[in-house]
């Protein structure tokens, strides 16, 4: 699953005080201060603390660039009820149209932040995508950026990267360029969609290394980590994150250290027991101490990623019942998470579906215009015949915008149910089948390995029977979140039909299948059932092989992992049952 970061706050704002200056009579060395940002962020609060002293002897333009720098360390330190307060004392007092500008750029991003999505949309739309005359490109380069920030936070990557290819790839800003490659990793990770590939997103890294953005080469090294340990090159991540430790904590920005520190204890913990420091505790004690921090508390993507990390961590040390307590602590900030994206896809639609409208009310009063003005020595009766003609037009496109939106309200609800089963939230037989096909097609013809596991729930209907539907019902859901916390991102996991389940792992052999079954085996047979209302042991069986030993057919495939289950149920259930072929000894399989 991925969650991630709200490094774009510290994207954004690097990108906000990139410009120089605003005014060429300004006393104040606006360069000064948006190099001392992206250098040292410490230095740059206090620097801008030191200015407010003075604010008296500033000039009214100067003082107005003062509050765009405070509403800035205003959202630095998550306070951005006082950000969005000074970003419209700026919109209402400054004739400044370029930090007008800046300022509307920032408040799209305040209303992101604040989960104010419709809004977000709303002005962001305008600013993307209708043309400024006095603004210079930089500054509008700047608000396709803050809108495909937008777009990602909001789980629309495909929209985010062509906004991306459209507008910022090809930029020569250095900050234009390196915030683009930190966008696109993000993208990547997150949801597998590749603007570039991963060796040139590493040169774009390094280039911005050079370049000194050191912001976005260290939010890039993130995405990069977490890509590696999806990926299985555990000692590639944390060879990474070790290298820049003590640079990153050198830069200052606390919800940065959080995810760079929680990526750490998952590297070390992939790693397994034997691996892990000797301080590794103490390490997971000062990740929680960070996670007091109240600025930290705001991102819940830090949240999410600080509990995987520690209930990783604690599972690794071998302590089930920490394990346990932050394994509920991310299932459930996982799902806020979740449907904070379906509210913000829902408020872009809305937001688009309202930008169309508004184009075609102007493009409809400008057609008016013209026409009364051609008309205008016509008699009464026809202008009055024009005002009719008029107000059917209106009601027409009133009727045809409703069935629009009816349209796409009923798509996106089809979609939704094809796509998930209902009551699990976990992929839906059918998706989960068309996943399975298309991922053997391309294995198939690339000649990578894919792992397939098919387990089922033991002696459900005998819980159903004796404990109630709606116990059932609950054992389900939680199985399907457990199950879901223990996979990596691009894992496809689905429900084949009453208590039975499917994963599918690519780019993965024999050995990690396994050793994934076995650690879904142990998370549902560590499953606490005392919050149904009932005390049961919740256990399954499993069936693990490989698509090469099907010949990538799926019917076979399932098959075959279906009859190694029932010989793991027939062994006495709770048990994980793997395709014995890949095990035999060399003399026996030749």
């Avoid at 990926?231 to 991540?237: D, K, N, S, Y």
């Avoid at 059918?430 to 097609?441: P, Y």
Wanted: hydrophobic share 45%; glycine share 6%.
């Amino acid at each position: 699953m991925k969650h991630w970061l709200p490094g774009w706050i510290m994207l954004l704002l690097g990108l906000l005080l990139s410009a120089g200056t605003l005014r060429a009579a300004s006393v104040l060395d606006l360069n000064y201060i948006d190099n001392l940002f992206t250098s040292d962020t410490r230095a740059f609060r206090s620097y801008i603390s030191s200015l407010e002293q003075q604010k008296a002897n500033l000039s009214l333009d100067d003082q107005q660039q003062l509050n765009y720098y405070r509403a800035l360390v205003a959202m630095m330190t998550s306070d951005y009820r006082s950000a969005q307060a000074i970003l419209q004392e700026v919109l209402a007092d400054s004739a400044d149209s370029r930090l007008r500008y800046r300022a509307l750029v920032s408040l799209i991003n305040v209303y992101q932040l604040t989960g104010n999505f419709y809004q977000a949309f709303v002005h962001g739309l305008q600013l993307s995508e209708e043309p400024v005359m006095d603004i210079p490109s930089l500054d509008q380069a700047r608000a396709a950026t803050v809108m495909s920030l937008t777009l990602m936070d909001s789980g629309l990557y495909e929209e985010a990267a062509e906004m991306i290819r459209q507008k910022l790839i090809l930029h020569s800003e250095p900050k234009f360029r390196c915030s683009a490659i930190y966008l696109i990793s993000q993208i990547a990770y997150k949801s597998g969609i590749f603007v570039k590939t991963i060796g040139e997103i590493e040169a774009e890294r390094q280039w911005c290394g050079e370049q000194k953005q050191h912001l976005y080469a260290y939010l890039t090294d993130t995405s990069l980590a977490m890509m590696y340990l999806d990926r299985g090159q555990i000692q590639q991540a944390a060879s990474l994150l070790n290298s820049k430790q003590a640079d990153v904590e050198k830069f200052g920005y606390n919800i940065l250290t959080l995810f760079w520190h929680s990526s750490q204890i998952r590297a070390q913990a992939m790693l397994g027991p034997a691996s892990l420091p000797d301080n590794f505790t103490g390490e997971l004690s000062r990740l929680q101490q960070r996670m007091a921090d109240p600025a930290v508390q705001q991102s819940m993507d830090g949240m999410i990623l600080a509990y995987q990390a520690l209930m990783l961590g604690y599972k690794a040390l071998q302590q089930p019942e920490q394990a346990l307590q932050f394994s509920e602590l991310y299932i459930s900030h996982y799902q806020k998470h979740h449907n904070r994206q379906l509210t913000a896809a829902l408020a872009y639609h809305a937001a688009l579906m309202q930008a169309a409208q508004r184009k075609r009310e102007i493009e409809g009063l400008n057609l008016a215009t013209g026409r009364l003005q051609l008309e205008a020595a016509l008699s009464r009766a026809e202008v009055k015949n024009n005002q009719l003609y008029l107000a059917f037009a209106g009601l027409l496109l009133l009727v045809v915008s409703m069935w629009l939106f009816r349209l796409y309200r009923a798509k996106a609800r089809l979609r939704e149910r094809v796509t998930f089963d209902k009551l699990t939230r976990v992929f839906s037989r059918d998706h989960f089948e068309n996943v399975l096909d298309t991922a053997l097609l391309q294995a198939e013809q690339t000649g990578e390995e894919v792992g397939f596991i098919l387990f089922d729930l033991d002696h459900f209907k005998q819980i159903n029977d004796s404990h109630g539907h709606q116990v059932g019902d609950w054992v389900l859901q939680h199985t399907a979140a457990t199950v879901r916390g223990c996979l990596r991102g691009a894992d496809a996991f689905g429900r084949l039909g009453g208590e039975e389940f499917a994963i599918l792992l690519r780019h993965c052999g024999i050995e990690q299948t396994l050793a994934l079954a076995e650690t879904v085996r142990q998370a549902i047979e560590t499953i606490d059932t005392t919050a149904s209302g009932k005390s049961f042991r919740i256990t399954a069986s499993f069936g693990v092989t490989l698509a090469s030993a099907a010949h990538y057919h799926s019917r076979t495939l399932v098959a075959n992992a279906d009859e190694l289950m029932y010989e793991a149920k027939r062994a006495g259930r709770n048990t994980v049952r793997p395709a014995l072929d890949f095990f035999l000894p060399e003399d026996e399989t030749a």
